[in-house]
C-alpha cells in the first residue's frame, strides 16, 4: 500500500479534481503489474496497473491481489468503472487503501466487487490514503475547496511595510529566494490561487508558477466594483482568471469542467452584497470545481477567512533576521496545530492544521 502511495503521489498537480491513485497487482511475492491515475480525464490507476503486466505474467492475474489506494469506482465518468475491470479480469483479492467519499462511489465499488463474490479488505494505510487526498476528501465532505493559507512576516509579526502619508507603502520583500521557489511549488499544487483587491493593486502579483516546472493554478481576485486595472499582471494571458464581484457574471455554470478553466482568459463570478463574502467565495469555488485554494493574502482576507473558520492549512514564512517596527500586522491564527516545521536559510516555514478540521 505505501508502494500504491508513492505511485498515487507522481500524479500530483495532474489530475484535480480526481484524487491521486495508484494501485499494485501482487502474486506471491512478487510485483506483476503498477500503475497510477496520471492525468484528469484518462485512465484511472487501475487500468493502468492491469494493462502493465507484461504478457507473460497475465495468466496470474486471476491468482493475484490488487492493492489500491483508493476503493475501485462503480461508475461511467470519463472512463468505465474500475470494479468491473477487476470482476472481468477474476482478480480474486483487492485490498483498498479508504473509501471514496465521492457520492457517485462512496461504497458502491466495495458492494459491487463483493457482490461478485471478490474479496475485499478495506483500510489498509487508511490514515496515510486519506491524507494524501485531504484535498479530495475535504471537498466532497464539506462541499467547500481545500483551503492553503500562506503568508510571509518579518521577525516582528509585520506582512507590509506601513502605508506612507502621502501614497502607497514602499514594496517590502521579506521572504527569500529558496522560499519564494517553494511557494511556487506550492502554487503548482493547488486548483486556484486567491488574493484580495489590495493586494493585487499594491503588489501587482502574477501568481503564476515562474520558479517552479508544474502548471499555473487558476487565478482568483476579488473586486466588487471592478475597478482593478487591466495592465495588471493577473489580467494577463499566462493563466486563467476569475473576478469575484458585484456586477458581472459570464461563466456557464450548468456545465463546469476543470478543463474549462485552464483556458487563459478572464472571467467573471457575481457575488452578492447581501450575505459575507468567505462563504459565498467558498460556495462558488465548490461550484467551478476548484478542489483546493491557496490564499496569498493580503491580511484582511487571510484574517476573515480564519474568523470563518474556513480553512485547513496555514504556511508561515517568518524571515527571522527582518524587523521594521511598524507596519501590517500578520494575520492572527485561531486553534492551529503545529504540522511542520523547517528552515531555509534565514527563512522559518512553519506549516499548521486547523484542528477542528477532519483532515487536520
Ligand atoms: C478509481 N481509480 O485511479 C481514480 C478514481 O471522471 P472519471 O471517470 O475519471 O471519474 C472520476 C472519479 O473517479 C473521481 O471523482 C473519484 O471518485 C474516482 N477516482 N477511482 O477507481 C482511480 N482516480
Ligand atoms: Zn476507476
Request: net charge positive; with cysteine; hydrophobic share 40%.
Amino acid at each position: 500500500m505505501q508502494r500504491c502511495l508513492n505511485l498515487a503521489q507522481l500524479g500530483a498537480g495532474k489530475v484535480a479534481p480526481n484524487p491521486m491513485v495508484g494501485a499494485i497487482l501482487v502474486y506471491g511475492d512478487r510485483i506483476i503489474g503498477e500503475g497510477y491515475h496520471q492525468e484528469y480525464g484518462k485512465a484511472h490507476a487501475e487500468v493502468n496497473c492491469i494493462g502493465s503486466v507484461r504478457p507473460d505474467d497475465r495468466p496470474l492475474i486471476p491468482k493475484s491481489t490488487l492493492y489500491v489506494s483508493l476503493e475501485p469506482c462503480a461508475h461511467f465518468g470519463k472512463t468505465p468503472p474500475c470494479a468491473d475491470l477487476v470482476i472481468k479480469q477474476k482478480i480474486p483479492r483487492v485490498v483498498v487503501g479508504c473509501r471514496d467519499p465521492f457520492e457517485q462511489v462512496n461504497g458502491k465499488g466495495i458492494e459491487k466487487l463483493e457482490a461478485a463474490g471478490v474479496e475485499v479488505i478495506p483500510g489498509m494505510l487508511e490514515e496515510d490514503c486519506r491524507m494524501l487526498n485531504r484535498r479530495f476528501f475535504g471537498f466532497h465532505t464539506l462541499r467547500r475547496p481545500y483551503v492553503v493559507l500562506k503568508w510571509a512576516q518579518t521577525a516582528d509579526g509585520r506582512i507590509a511595510a506601513a502605508p506612507l502619508t502621502n501614497g502607497q507603502p514602499e514594496r517590502l520583500l521579506i521572504s527569500n529566494a529558496c522560499s519564494n521557489r517553494l511557494v511556487h511549488r506550492w502554487r503548482s499544487e493547488e486548483v486556484g490561487i486567491l488574493v484580495g483587491t489590495n493586494t493585487a493593486l499594491l503588489d501587482d502579483p502574477g501568481l503564476t508558477t515562474r520558479l517552479w516546472p508544474g502548471s499555473n493554478p487558476v487565478r482568483l481576485v476579488i473586486d466588487m466594483d471592478l475597478k482593478l486595472p487591466g495592465h495588471l499582471q493577473l489580467f494577463n494571458s499566462d493563466a486563467p482568471t476569475v473576478v469575484f464581484n458585484l456586477h458581472k457574471h459570464s461563466l456557464p455554470f450548468d456545465n463546469i469542467s476543470p478543463g474549462l478553466l485552464r483556458e487563459n482568459g478572464i472571467s467573471y463570478y457575481q457575488v452578492s452584497s447581501n450575505t459575507s463574502l468567505v462563504p459565498q467565495l467558498m460556495n462558488a469555488l465548490y461550484r467551478l470545481n476548484i478542489l483546493s485554494v491557496l490564499v496569498e493574502g493580503g491580511g484582511r482576507l487571510l484574517q476573515s477567512i480564519i474568523d470563518e473558520g474556513l480553512w485547513d492549512e496555514a504556511r508561515i514564512i517568518t524571515n527571522e533576521t527582518l524587523t521594521i517596527g511598524k507596519g501590517l500586522p500578520a494575520p492572527a491564527l485561531k486553534n492551529q496545530k503545529l504540522r511542520q516545521a523547517f528552515m531555509l536559510g534565514a527563512d522559518q516555514v512553519k506549516i499548521y492544521a486547523n484542528q477542528n478540521m477532519q483532515t487536520s
